[in-house]
């Protein structure tokens, strides 16, 4: 073991190992969202209706903020 | 603002001020089509040919149900009445939706509250001590994934409710859900296979806010759906007895010039 880690440096350690967790939890989250997209779309030609367009809108604009979330978590 | 008060071109958002229509306007569509008031019962109106444009297809009998089952004044209600622009890929050309339904505003209730919960959960944040070893970048990244999170629950639920439909057409009954998002079930029944409709109405909430469950049994291979906490069950019950009704006349009819 380091003698960093033992002397307090092991703040860096734990930030960098969260931030591969983040970016990993981010990326499958950007996976889900664009599955979420998906079923969207399809559910919206299996039930027609006015507003599917909004709702699908919606979906789209929750994949955008799922890819803003891997890009700034990768930017920590 | 001036809107149709023609009853078949009412569409959800339409602003309807009475559920009946002028005197006037019914004598002026009797007269046009021709009709008498011993077949104002008729359902369809047969003796006038369908390619002819002019022919305002049935345009007695939505009134009854109009009669039963009122009006629909928000897209997003839960009671759709004749609904003008909701549709489904298994339709027929010549089928009509008299009624669309979803669950009942109130089961909503409990995603709504807990996602409101939810969003206050990072406020908290600040109080937590275990998060103040993070630096603020980090602690903001929390933030967002949660709120994402937050909407991604709130969402998912939504759709669950606005795309899981009973639809009741001038032909059959048709229950769309999807479970998960991922899994679609279809089910239908033809108007002359069904057998029996009940309705029940349970706890307090559903006694209140007068929403329950209708159940349809059939003949066919799928022997039974359940339409779950919908909003009027009773009209439900009303109406689709009248369609079963105006399906044996015209069964009735078929069999009597055969």
Known sequence: MSPDFLTGNWLTYFLLIQKIFFILCSIFYFIFAAIVVRQTISMSKNITDKFNPVIVIFSYIHLILAAFLILSTIAL | M????????????????????????????????????????????????????????????????????????????????????????????????????????????KWIAFTIIMLFVPTLFNYLSFLNILPPNYRFEVSLFWFLLTFLYAFEKFLGWYFNVFIITSQRVVDIDFHNMLNKHFAEADLDVIQDVSSSVKGIFGTFLNFGDVLIQTASEINQINFEKIPNPEKVIKLIRELREEEEHKQDEKGGKK
């Open chain 2, 2 to 109: 001036n809107r149709s008060k023609d009853l078949d071109t009412i569409a959800p958002d339409d602003e309807v001020i009475d559920s009946k229509p002028e005197t006037t306007s019914i004598i002026e569509e009797k007269s046009e089509i021709e009709l008498t008031p011993e077949i104002k019962d008729e359902p369809i109106l047969k003796s006038e040919p369908k390619s002819n444009p002019k022919t305002p297809k049935k345009i007695v009998f939505p009134q009854k149900i109009y009669d039963i089952l009122g009006h629909t004044k928000s897209p997003f209600s839960s009671f759709l009445v004749h609904p003008k622009v909701l549709t489904f890929p298994e339709r027929d050309n010549e089928e009509e939706i008299y009624l669309a339904l979803r669950q009942h505003w109130f089961t909503n209730f």
